[in-house]
């Protein structure tokens, strides 16, 4: 099997396992506890949190762990909204993650005011369509760093020099492992990012809020995470998230240099494809593309019977009849983004597996086509 499907999920790597271990077994304590055991729980939270403060450029004050890119998306937006002075008005862009676009939908159901800002073809906001939408009484600005989807790169630092001293979310899930996440450099005030999507288990993840910005809790209770989300951590999976980012980063050229050869082979070998989301601001993974005349999930079970493991699109939708949010926006007709397949990969992955799946590729819209290979 060649798998490449890295933005749906990860495998769990050996050295955020063996980091975790000793808090899956022996260090077992409750972080909460006033003892020996509990202060040795303790104090690898507070190692990890510093850790993911390191790699964000924050201090670990500004740092909380979550259960994942979705919760850190919905308390970051809801949690800024709910606690912000200023208005009732938020902005995304629309090829948002379903977690940033129900979360501003259900803001919607309970008074605020929704701008959601167009994208242009290759999915990229432009600076000139925030500056427009932005008004006195806008509450929170919330535009991802890179696309699930199709890979684009969003120009986040101009975005948030043009929101001025509004507050500014980025969902990094995509992002993280691959670009530069200082938030000091970004300027955002709020970031979300996800375990499993390098290398960490499933079920943890990181929002970092800055300092000085207002923000209301969702979950209560105990206390914990400085007041910002209550409830027991978990302690392992803040180990394994802290050594997953430590460890993603490094340079991404070879894996840009693989990722466009897979990008030139397939255009020039099948028949009708395109590229989908920005030629080249794109994720240094992500290769996205669209097969008009054909059927997507036609063309995902040719290739897996051959061994390739990808996906049409955001795993969150997995399933769904509907095309996709993220194509429709950038302007494909209904039908031709059903015929999406995006493969995405990691550093380790293999050229020759790349080779090898655009010619599985090529044979299985042969197959679907019925014009033979």
């Known amino acids: 099997m060649i798998y490449l499907d890295e933005a749906a999920t990860t495998p769990l790597s050996r050295e955020v396992l063996e980091a975790m271990w000793p808090y899956l077994s022996t260090e077992y304590g409750n972080p909460s506890s006033h003892h020996e055991v509990g202060d ?11 850790d993911v403060a390191e790699v964000l450029g924050a201090k670990a004050s500004e740092i909380t762990f979550t259960s994942g890119g979705t ?19 938020i902005i995304v862009s629309s090829i948002e993650h379903p977690a940033v676009l129900a979360s501003a939908e259900w803001l919607g159901r309970i008074g605020y005011d929704v701008t959601v800002l167009d994208v242009d073809h290759e999915g990229v906001v432009a600076p000139e369509t925030l500056a427009a939408a932005l008004r006195p009484d806008t509450t929170l600005v919330s535009i991802q760093y890179a696309n699930n989807e199709v890979g684009s790169i969003q120009p986040i630092a101009e ?11 980025t969902d990094a899930v995509q992002a993280a492992g691959w670009l530069d996440l200082d938030v000091t450099k970004l300027g955002v005030q709020a970031m979300s990012i996800s375990g499993h999507k390098i290398g960490a288990p499933k079920g943890i993840g990181v929002l970092y809020i800055q300092r000085r910005t207002p923000f209301e809790p969702l979950i209560h209770g105990g206390g914990q995470e400085s007041g910002r989300r209550s409830g027991t951590e978990n302690v392992a999976s803040a180990v394994g998230m802290s050594t997953a980012l430590r460890s993603a980063g490094g340079s991404p050229l070879s894996t840009i240099a693989k990722r466009d050869d897979f990008i030139r082979d397939v255009l020039e070998k099948v028949p009708g494809a395109q590229l989908t989301g920005h030629p080249t601001q794109r994720l240094p993974g992500s290769a996205s593309f669209v097969f008009p005349g054909t059927s997507g999930e036609a063309i995902l079970v040719e290739l897996e019977s051959r061994g390739i493991v990808c996906s049409s699109g955001s795993a969150c939708a997995a399933g769904s009849d509907e095309p996709s949010h993220v194509l429709t926006a950038m302007g494909y007709d209904a039908e031709v983004a059903q015929t999406a397949v995006r493969f995405t990969f990691g550093r380790s992955t293999k050229p020759a597996d790349l080779t090898t799946a655009a010619a599985d590729l090529v044979r299985a819209v042969a197959s679907v086509t019925g014009r033979g290979a």
Do not use: C, M, T
């Not at 919760?71 to 008005?89: C, M, Q, T, V």
């Open 40 to 50: 040795a729980a303790r104090r690898a939270l507070d190692q990890a949190r510093a």
């Open 71 to 89: 919760e850190s998306d919905n308390a970051a937006i809801k949690g800024i909204a709910l606690a912000a002075p200023r208005g009732k008005h």
């Open 159 to 169: 975005l948030v020099a043009i929101a001025g001293d509004v507050p500014f979310h």
